[in-house]
């Protein structure tokens, strides 16, 4: 997420202490001591000088002391400043791009964001998320229809990512599946390759005079009163969340399942988060919402920048390994464009 510190100037001192002190808090989840610092700085700087320049971090709004006895946090402000500035550009391995490639597929279909989210919970330790794919993205492969009954047709679009979209009209006939079947190649060679939103658009435009039986079943299927399950939110597992320190503190931890219970006030935190493109971070106070405070949010759109399909990220406290999660998220947003936009 963009910040207004983006241009926040520290010396390189300043800058190794900094990222000395978030490290060392994201694996320990305490307060981290001068004579911590000074142990994982890649340069040796003496206790006081340590002690000086931890001085003006603090005065500078980017690290602070919990307890008057205690060592040194950073604030939201340094952790924006740590992960706009000094967060490491970390790849992930071959192996490991290999393996989430190997899971997503997977799931390809109606399951993929189920695997997605879990995968995220798993390897972050956070409470993975994935937004379904919005229908109106998806790109079609194939079309088709099939008799169910004498009184009703299914109708089944493949999008090119392999999502399967069923659909059940009301449609009387008997005996005439071959027909249906001309009318489905008919119109695979109309809208085959375009997306569910061109489609429909077509129709709309040509609704006084559909051209076929076919155009006017598919304008059935592609009706606003079918999209009830569109842009659902799929979570990861839950209990992952249990292992960090910061939600043993049972109020805490009930704020922040009650965000994610109401899905409809979380889709809308995601969708202010991903405005943008690429990786996004939310800290604290940028997530405009007091039961998610000292917590953040890391979110992609996949899709094509100018027709995202849905978001994939995870939430959880602020203590995070954001080195881990950023490389991460942005991966598996890559790979998910490519699955669903092939």
Known sequence: MSSVHDNFLLSDRQAQVLQAVVSSWVGGAAPVA?????????????????RNTLSELARLGLV??????????PTDLGLRCFVDQLLPR?????????????????????????????VLSERTHQLGFMRAPRLDGLVLRHVSFIRVSSERVMAVLVSQGGR?????????????????????????????????????????????????HADALLARVLSPETD?????????????ILEQPEFQDPERLRALLRTVEEKERLVTLVDQVVAGTGVRVAISADLSDASLDHCALVAAAYGRPEAPLGALG??????MDYARVVPLVGYMSRLLTGMLEA
Do not use: C
Request: aromatic fraction near 2%; proline fraction near 5%; hydrophobic fraction near 40%.
């Open 228 to 240: 009830a399950d569109d842009e659902g939110l799929v979570l990861g597992t839950r209990l992952v």
């Open 164 to 212: 399967a979209i069923q659909r059940v009209l009301d449609e009387p006939g008997q005996g005439d599946q071959a027909q249906l079947d001309r009318m489905a190649g008919a119109l695979n060679e109309r809208v085959a390759g375009q997306s569910l939103r061109t489609v429909r658009e077509l129709f709309v435009r040509e609704a006084a005079a559909l051209r076929s």
């Open 314 to 319: 995870v939430i959880g406290p602020n203590r």
């Open 34 to 50: 001068s004579e911590t610092v000074a142990d994982v700085l890649p340069v040796r700087l003496s206790p006081q000088s340590v």
């Open 90 to 118: 970390v790849e992930l391995g071959p192996y490991e791009k290999r393996e989430l490639a190997d899971r997503l597929e997977s799931g390809r279909g109606t399951g993929i964001a189920e695997v997605a989210a879990g």
């Open 64 to 73: 602070a002391k919990p307890h008057r006895s205690s060592g040194r946090v």
